[in-house]
């Protein structure tokens, strides 16, 4: 999904100004986000995930500095800066842990260290966490007092939010929606993260094509395979083309994802009872605009549909996200606002 | 579990007083709460859950008033009162809809119908959620700023209270922890609402009682063989009774339950990630006061470290809950409370 928001013109920007910094393992996205969430400029740097991230953030500072210059603003109509990483996380304590896939900045005080180099107050989140404030602020969920954002892509992310309050947990843990468990049993599959039967496991595109691979391997016959026997990776992309040209296999393994994707939907809205689910990341096989991905939408809603409580089924939305890849630096933008507005704890200690 | 909390001494109370009533299909818990959490005196009136509720009402709020000066207090003490009812309902409508054993008092504006007669503002929660803030404030939970309480009955009863916030949900089904899905296969149990897989369809009473009765006709043998012959029916307790005296089966039975609770609270801890997970309800095979409830506690605890993420399986308290039946009434009026508190619509609307 590509991003749908233009930079506005000036006269229509509204005061004050929010920074957005959304750190990812190949990337950081930086974002200047006006009072009403509409972007007014963004750009990104390599994350040099490997290497020690001080450099790293004197760039993203001097790269939002000249975002705001050229957009016509000043640096001071900054009050507050909205960061958001991957876990594992230690957000009252401003740390990175040890997220997998950022090995040079393990155990990494950024909140402090960013607030330092920008000289501003910096509220710090998880970056599934902000992405879902972002789509709880101006996307999909902006209808809704609460919403939960699932992200779909190698892994299955989450965010949650409840009246404003991102549900952060007492550990930073909260809202790793991919970690639920659909399947008690020993047979189930095994999860990136070393347990079995987790929703990730099922309906992540890693567990889509490790599902693919299998049905293959089982002999399913299917027109992926002579795509295979040309020298192509099976990708959900791949497995979506042959699920477009008619594959019966490739459509069964899109609509199952849908399926495990319901269940685990279920057991959140029992949880939360949420205004809307919202469906992130880039796993999305076309979102609105292809049958494909109206499809996969249609198979997500009918088996919650069949397992929800009624009311839930009939009165809770479960659609796509609509900010594509600047949802994280759009929600750490607001999720500084909100910090800035509250003064409080509600978003951010 | 009874009441631990005995009635306090005048001197110790701390004013305002907040009244709860915890209304259930048998009887209505009417309790005196002080500011602090303590209770000031207690008295219960059958609900008549079959028959028109206006006559119960009218005879709650007398025994209100008597309990109230009974205890040396004046009415006018009582800023507010907070009432808790088993679902369906309409919380911000303050409305029972169609709960299974009260059928007597479906469609019923019963907030308003208390505030009309007891002539003060009324907060309303579900009975669940109620009992969990109760925990939360002066039970199990009052070190903790987020709790999970899962209350073992005939079904399984959830309440989440995050900051201050009860998990209500948009439709007034927030917190429903007993229908997470533990089992996604067609194969799965059958819960009593109608649907498979969940939690309480393996770990309620009713569940335990079905597994029993199984493993029976399937063969096993086990000394509930012997009291079934001498006509006496499977409970809880009969099966906590024989696994006191030693029979494996009964002992599994239990230890079973213990498992899939495990389960269901790693998919609430990778959820919402709690301080503490709180086990109440009758089904607690004698708490801390038993070795069988020690080891049913262990087990739990056992299968949550092999589950959850790391961080949570060290951090996270999992323990009994400490305010029995009074969790309820004693959670109502921590509800008015807090909302007379913030004149705002954190816990209620």
């Given at each position: 999904m590509s991003n749908q928001q233009a930079v506005v013109a000036k006269e229509t920007v509204v005061r004050p100004l929010w920074l957005g910094v959304d750190v990812g393992g190949t990337n950081i996205k930086i974002g200047l986000v006006d009072d009403q969430g509409q972007v007014v400029g963004k750009t990104s740097i390599p994350s040099q995930a490997s290497s020690p991230p001080d450099g790293t953030l004197d760039r993203v500072v001097a790269a939002a500095r000249e975002l705001v210059a050229q957009a016509g603003f000043d640096w001071d109509d900054i009050p507050r800066v909205g960061l958001g990483t991957?876990?594992?996380?230690?957000?009252?304590?401003?740390?990175?842990?040890d997220p997998p896939n950022m090995p040079g900045w393990h155990f990494y005080p950024v909140?402090?260290?960013?607030?330092?180099?920008?000289?501003?107050?910096?509220?710090?989140?998880?970056?599934?966490?902000?992405?879902?404030?972002?789509?709880?602020?101006?996307?999909?969920?902006?209808?809704?007092?609460?919403?939960?954002?699932?992200?779909?892509?190698?892994?299955?992310?989450?965010?949650i939010i409840v009246d404003h309050l991102s549900i952060d947990g007492e550990n930073s843990c909260g809202s790793e929606c991919g970690h639920i468990i659909i399947d008690?049993?020993?047979?189930a599959r095994m999860c990136g993260c070393g347990q079995r039967g987790h929703l990730e496991a099922y309906a992540s595109a890693t567990a889509?094509?490790?599902?693919?691979?299998?049905?293959?391997?089982?002999?399913?016959?299917?027109s992926l395979g002579g795509r295979l026997e040309a020298g192509e990776k099976i990708t959900p992309l791949l497995i979506a083309a042959e699920a477009e040209t008619g594959d019966p296999l490739a459509l069964e393994l899109i609509l199952d994802t849908a399926y495990y994707l319901g269940v685990g939907i279920t057991s959140l809205m029992h949880t939360i009872?949420?205004?809307?689910?919202?469906?992130?990341?880039?796993?999305?096989?076309?979102g609105h605009?292809?049958?494909?991905g109206r499809k996969?939408?249609?198979?997500?809603?009918?088996?919650?549909?069949?397992?929800?409580?009624?009311?839930?089924?009939?009165?809770t939305t479960i659609d796509f996200a609509q900010l594509g890849g600047d949802a994280g630096f759009i929600g750490a933008a607001g999720i500084a606002r909100a910090a800035a507005r509250s003064q409080g704890p509600a978003v951010n200690p």
């Open positions: 991957p876990g594992t996380m230690d957000i009252p304590r401003g740390m990175m842990l909140r402090d260290r960013l607030a330092a180099v920008c000289g501003k107050p910096v509220s710090y989140a998880n970056d599934a966490n902000a992405a879902a404030f972002g789509e709880f602020w101006v996307g999909s969920g902006r209808k809704f007092p609460s919403i939960i954002l699932l992200t779909l892509g190698t892994g299955v992310g989450g965010g008690h049993h020993d047979t889509l094509i490790r599902r693919c691979q299998e049905a293959l391997d089982a002999g399913r016959s299917s009872d949420p205004g809307a689910v919202i469906l992130g990341g880039a796993m999305n096989f076309g605009d292809t049958l494909l996969f939408l249609d198979r997500i809603r009918a088996e919650v549909r069949l397992r929800a409580f009624p009311v839930l089924a009939e009165k």
